[in-house]
């Protein structure tokens, strides 16, 4: 019914700059809050950016300066550029959003996650 698909993870050198997308489709009529996660081998998932709808992102203390999300509305896209990328930033990462969905409540999704690496 509602999908999200994130894309654009990879291998990266430490101090290089890595772009992600995640789209979400289907019966949507509104996207609420969108945020992305991730998660590395052995650790809790972790909230790394929270982009409200008509709100200000807010970041994590540990990407604070070095990643950048923004969300596209009127393509359901969210983003997150990440730059300065260290060795710690590999992970899973995963997006999540709530969205009311056509003729439907508001349920909460995540996409199926995209590997981020980053080499020393």
């Known amino acids: 019914q509602v999908q999200l698909a994130e894309s654009g993870g990879g291998l990266v050198q430490a101090g290089g700059s890595l772009g992600l997308s995640c789209v979400a489709s289907?019966?949507?009529?509104?996207?609420?809050?969108m945020a992305w996660y991730r998660q590395a081998p052995g650790r809790q998932r972790e909230l790394v950016a929270s982009?409200?709808?008509?709100?200000?992102?807010i970041y994590a203390d540990s990407v604070k300066g070095r990643f950048t999300a923004s969300r596209v509305d009127s393509k359901n896209t969210m983003y997150l550029q990440m730059s300065s990328l260290k060795p710690e930033d590999t992970a899973v990462y995963y997006c999540?959003?709530?969205?009311?969905?056509?003729?439907?409540?508001?349920?909460?999704?995540w996409g199926q996650g995209t590997q981020v690496t980053v080499s020393s």
């Open positions: 999540n959003a709530d969205i009311w969905v056509i003729s439907g409540p508001t349920n909460n999704y």
């Open positions: 289907g019966r949507i009529y509104r996207i609420n809050d």
């Open positions: 982009a409200p709808r008509g709100g200000s992102v």
